[in-house]
Nanobody, 123 residues
Framework: QVQLAESGGGLVQPGGSLRLSCAAS????????MGWFRRAPGKDREFVAA???????SYAASAKGRFTISRDDNKNTMYLQMNNLEAEDAGIYYC?????????????????WGQGTQVTVSS
């Protein structure tokens, strides 16, 4: 059974940084593409970033230049380094796994989801 567990969320001031982690089990991690999505209060879930096994990445426009997605296939873990955080970045961040070598920015393309980790950006 595939399980994804996010960690690293918390409260941070505007302009601050957080590093989210997503630990995967029950899947051959190197064979899946991974993504981060977030749901802000009152809004739909939205794409943040994705990475495939050769480290090819894709970012939402709002994340480019501030967020960095990475993965360590030896540790079955994906990361999201978030810098210069803004109030608009607040929400629940979810990691997702897709049994495919191809990236996707569409939530419906992902097969497995974590429970999410809360990110709060406030002074």
């Amino acid at each position: 059974q595939v399980q994804l567990a996010e960690s690293g969320g918390g409260l941070v001031q505007p302009g601050g940084s957080l590093r989210l982690s997503c630990a995967a089990s029950g899947v051959t991690f190197s064979s899946v593409s991974m993504g981060w999505f977030r749901r802000a209060p009152g809004k739909d879930r939205e794409f943040v970033a994705a990475i495939r096994r050769n480290a090819l990445t894709s970012y939402a426009a709002s994340a480019k230049g501030r967020f960095t997605i990475s993965r360590d296939d030896n540790k079955n873990t994906m990361y999201l380094q978030m810098n210069n955080l803004e109030a608009e970045d607040a929400g629940i961040y979810y990691c997702a796994a897709r049994i495919s070598v191809f990236l996707s920015v569409q939530a419906n393309d992902y097969d497995f989801w974590g429970q999410g980790t809360q990110v709060t950006v406030s002074s």
